[in-house]
């Protein structure tokens, strides 16, 4: 197989991409909720759980939603990479890329918050940004939350962020007793891949 051919992808990378694709459009298994990592200034990796909301394998771009006074965006604003990192335990296929991260259009912001049900808002529903301090455990939702009717919860659009990556780079590693399997992607400023079998 010519591993540097991108019209010809290697078995697994569209193996990674098919389950990538099913855990997002089902919204079950690990790679529906895979970690995502940011540098800050210090160079210290924070990692964190999302849910993958689109994994686009045409442009090999993927999608989680935010909250836009989050952590992540302020590392983002600061110039920090996404880098991506799932595992899909029954096919014993580890997942990890990263690459620019960019929101998207503020109409699609719109659209998809508009379908968002009051309790999918929460996220983005606080009265202060995640990680302010709380004087006891709480959720940081307005007090009267409960009472609250959909058209009220509209206020959290504000807060609701979709970011989409764009991979530039990419490793597939395949977990088999009989021999792993790793495979290294790699793309420059186009959309052309370039594949290279690694030792695992």
């Known amino acids: ?6 019209s010809s992808p290697p078995m697994l990378w569209s193996l990674a991409w098919q389950l990538l ?39 090999c771009v993927l999608t989680c939603y935010t909250d836009r006074r989050s952590v992540k965006v302020d590392h983002l604003n600061k110039g920090s990479e996404f880098s991506w990192l799932g595992w899909d335990r029954e096919a014993s296929v580890q997942f990890v890329g990263g690459g620019p991260t960019t929101w998207a259009s503020e109409a699609e912001h719109r659209k998809i918050f508009a379908q968002l049900p009051k309790h999918s808002r929460k996220a983005y529903a606080t009265v202060s940004p995640p990680g302010s301090p709380l004087p006891d455990a709480g959720t940081g939702l307005p007090s009267r939350w409960e009472d609250m ?35 290294a992607a790699n793309r420059s400023d186009g959309d052309e891949w370039s594949f290279q079998y690694i030792v695992p």
């Open 149 to 183: 009717d959909e058209a009220e919860t509209d206020y959290a659009l504000a807060n609701f962020g979709i970011l989409k990556t764009r991979l530039r780079w990419a490793e597939v590693l395949k977990l088999d007793r009989e021999g792993n399997t790793r495979l």
């Open 1 to 6: 197989m010519d591993t540097t051919n991108p």
């Open 21 to 59: 694709g099913k855990a997002a459009e089902s919204g079950d298994g690990a790679l529906a909720t895979p970690s995502i990592s940011t540098v800050a200034s210090l160079q210290v990796a924070r990692p964190r759980v999302v849910v993958l909301r689109k994994a686009d394998d045409q442009n």
